[in-house]
């Protein structure tokens, strides 16, 4: 039998570490988790501790699995995450209220999502925007003000990501927001293609690892659906233009940090630089952390944000720079009225 202890310091590092040490275990007719050093996860964590746990389990049919310290961890329980991962032991994911300043670790069917857009003749990131005003008014316990549009802008975003780009049937997400030390996660997770495969549709870039996608999809104005060549459509706020992950990352790096992996590569973006890290990750992860102190204008702050990211893109391509949609920049009050019917 072996037994692989959960560590007590679940880090963004550690979390990664961990998860490596997990896929180079040899084989073993029988397994038993242990997770009673088992810190108080945060979102990020939990969200990818849940997927690389699932599918390492899947990857091994032949093998028995237990658990041991899992019901002195009432937290992780109360957010779905032992549920997430096949163990029959607390809340499953998304059944938590989600009204005290988190929102449980949940699945969302993308097909489902745009079945809603179809039925409801919009654009899938109309559809997203609703449900992302919801999720920032559930977490922020806030009807209005710069945070929930922040959230809304940000998580927005990057839920438009996963459903526009990654090919994944499914996307995880989860967030908490603690009041006294003015900070918000949230993490967003798919099994897609990843950035990598998903940059690759655009003929014009030259990728030639999973950590040259990662650095290309930052910067402004790199898509995979649109580029030069591509016919742009008059009056379609909502047409990509490889600006959402740069908006968002610029947000975070405002006090707080922004963190994507796929495949073989991270990055950590923080206000005070960039860090490289190493991974195994199938899909695409996501973890904005964001300081509720650095809120205030957001409007001026996207407008600043959006005007320095098209110089960027027109330093880097010149002329066959991609100017920015009004969805990716903008709160969708800002451009709701410039709606064509």
Request: proline letters at 4%.
């Amino acid at each position: 039998m072996t037994t692989v202890r959960v560590p007590q310091n679940l880090s963004l590092r550690e979390s990664l570490n961990f998860c490596a040490r997990l896929w180079g275990m040899e084989q073993a007719e029988e397994i038993t988790f242990d997770f009673s050093r088992m810190g108080r996860a945060e979102p990020f964590t939990m969200t990818l501790l849940a997927s690389e746990l699932k599918r390492f389990r899947a990857s091994r049919p032949g093998t028995r699995f237990r658990s041991d310290g899992h019901r002195e961890n009432t937290y992780p329980a109360h957010m779905g995450f032992f549920r997430a991962f096949g163990l029959a032991h607390g809340n499953h994911p998304g059944e938590a209220a989600g009204n005290a300043n988190y929102l449980p670790l949940t699945y969302l069917d993308v097909e489902e999502i745009r079945t809603q857009a179809a039925d409801a003749y919009e654009n899938v990131g109309e559809t997203l925007e609703r449900e992302s005003g919801r999720l920032a008014r559930v977490l922020t316990r806030q009807q209005e003000g710069p945070l929930v549009d922040t959230l809304a802008f940000s998580m927005r975003e990057i839920l438009r990501n996963v459903v526009e780009h990654s090919g994944s049937p499914q996307l995880a997400y989860c967030a908490q927001y603690w009041p006294t030390r003015h900070r918000v996660e949230i993490a967003v997770l798919d099994s897609g293609m990843g950035v990598r495969s998903s940059l690759s549709a655009n003929p014009h870039l030259t990728i030639d690892s999973d950590r040259t996608a990662i650095q290309l999809a930052l910067m402004p104005s790199i898509s995979g659906k649109t580029f030069q060549g591509v016919r742009r459509r008059a009056n379609d706020h909502w047409q990509n233009s490889g600006y959402g992950l740069y908006m968002t990352s610029r947000l975070c790096r405002n006090g707080g940090d922004f963190f994507i992996a796929s495949g073989s590569s991270g990055v950590l973006l923080e206000q005070g630089g960039k860090t490289d890290y190493t991974c195994s990750i199938p899909g695409t992860a996501l973890r904005l952390v964001l300081d509720t102190r650095r809120m205030d204008d957001l409007h001026r702050r996207l407008e600043t944000f959006r005007a320095e990211g098209y110089r960027i893109a027109q330093r880097n391509a010149g002329a066959a720079a991609l100017s920015p949609s009004s969805a990716s920049t903008m709160l969708a009050r800002d451009f709701a009225g410039e709606l064509t019917p």
